[in-house]
């Protein structure tokens, strides 16, 4: 089963999101901000790392950072509700990074998961 790390601050779009992925067939570790992800990057690898940008404490891109110097296999996915954020990300972050902007259905995140992590 492919391993998602989720870190998202938002409490209930979190637990949307799991409950999308995980009935999609992943298995899904949810934290709730950037330092919580830090420690489960040391809980195993993951195929895909779906990451808020914007969250208070250590951000997404540093989340993404960390994440590819530790497994650079890891596909790495943004969403964000900061479209100016979005934009910038792509200088900041690692190469091949997806970023989304909220606000984005749960079938549009399932499916751009299912390509990330096939491809």
Do not use: W
């Not at 969250?55 to 969403?79: H, L, N, Y």
Request: glycine share 8%; aromatic share 4%; with cysteine.
């Amino acid at each position: 089963m492919k391993r998602i790390l989720l870190a998202e601050d938002d409490e209930s779009l979190r637990g949307f999101l799991a409950r999308a992925l995980e009935r999609a067939g992943y298995e899904v570790v949810s934290c709730a901000d950037g330092e919580e992800a830090l420690i489960a990057l040391d809980d195993g690898t993951y195929d895909l790392l779906l990451t808020d940008i914007v969250m208070p404490g250590v951000d997404g891109i540093e989340v993404a950072r960390q994440c590819a110097a530790k497994e650079p296999d890891t596909r790495i996915m943004f969403i964000t509700g900061f479209a100016a954020v979005a934009l910038a990300a792509g200088e900041r972050a690692p190469a091949g990074a997806k970023v989304l902007a909220k606000p984005v259905h749960l079938r549009e995140i399932v499916a751009e998961v299912e390509r990330m992590v096939a491809a």
